[in-house]
């Protein structure tokens, strides 16, 4: 009757050495989405931000980016928001543009 509950602690350990080696990849992934992401809108990020603002902080340029690319799914803003700073964006604008699409 002891192998039971010593099999029980390895199977418990197992799933969560699993699930913590689950959770690095797919951190590795949405890392490499988010700098590929960058990458394409780095150009656009670029026009943005050396144009006059015509909004504080670019934050109308950057809102309707939001509503075109995300279209209203909030995960998928979040993902744009974090590449469109690292592409360059204003970090101030692009939190206020999430805000108000989301």
């Known amino acids: 009757m002891t192998t039971q509950p010593k099999q029980t602690e390895?199977?418990?350990a197992d799933l969560a050495?699993?699930?913590?080696?689950?959770a690095a990849e797919l951190r590795d992934i949405v890392a490499a989405a988010i700098a590929d992401l960058a990458a394409e809108l780095r150009d656009?990020?670029?026009?943005?931000?050396?144009?006059?603002a015509m909004t504080q902080h670019h934050y109308g340029a950057y809102l309707q980016i939001f509503t075109t690319v995300a279209q209203g799914d909030k995960v998928n803003g979040g993902v744009l928001a974090l590449a469109?700073?690292?592409?360059?964006a204003?970090?101030?604008g692009v939190h206020s543009a999430f805000k108000l699409a989301f």
Not at 17 to 22: C, E, H, K, Q, Y
Not at 84 to 88: I, M, P
């Open 10 to 12: 390895k199977l418990i």
């Open 17 to 22: 050495n699993r699930r913590a080696d689950l």
């Open 44 to 52: 656009i990020v670029a026009k943005i931000e050396n144009a006059p």
């Open 84 to 88: 469109l700073v690292e592409a360059g």
């Open 90 to 92: 204003n970090s101030t």
